[in-house]
């Protein structure tokens, strides 16, 4: 699972410069897992990437809260090193940015509490995709056709091994890594003219035999 890299290689540190790639970590905690699974701290690490950094005062406004709220949030997001305060233009409130611009979790469903911090996450974000959804539904119309053609929602089932299911995801991980590799989230300078925010969410669920399969 990953915000924004489908299959990154760990590295628990952040890269020393921006717009070298992508910036990753693993999150092999429980606890960091059950602090990011909030949907204000999800939308809150979106409107940072996509703004590259941002005041909590900004945040506040793009997500219609209060002042309080969003600091609250964020210093909750920088305690288990998600974000991060840096110095801005004036003497104005300090600004936040990511730490990394992906994560993965690996190997944490054998801890203790970590499929249960998982399943939260997991939920959280699906979600936020469905309000992303009917979001996009509503404003779907004043699009270009190449835009509304290709978005939306998908639904196939298809009878594969588990070796072909991951060859699979890992075709489909690698097709997105080519992009995001070399458009870091928070990378304002990487972004092509014309280029939009595109948010995907993958959702597989290998399904139990039915009575009449036996």
Known sequence: MSL????????????PGMGAGQRRRLLDDPR???AL?????????SIIGRAGRITAADAARELGISH???SHHLRQLAKYGF???????????????????????EDIEDQPGGAEA????EQVTAERALEELHRWQERRASWSPGWRKHSGIGHSTVYLTEDEFTELMEAFGGLLSHYLEQRPIDDL???PPGSKAVKMTLIATPQEPTAAEG
Do not use: F, M
């Open 189 to 191: 300078a990487s972004r």
């Open 32 to 34: 960091s897992i059950r």
């Open 37 to 45: 699974a909030h949907p204000i701290r999800l939308e809150l690490q």
């Open 83 to 105: 974000v991060q305060q840096v110095d801005g233009a004036d003497n104005r409130e300090r600004p936040w940015q990511l730490v990394h611009t992906s994560h993965d979790i």
């Open 118 to 121: 998982v399943a939260v996450l």
């Open 68 to 70: 309080a709220l969003a």
């Open 4 to 15: 924004e890299s489908p299959h990154p290689t760990p590295d628990n540190g952040p890269d």
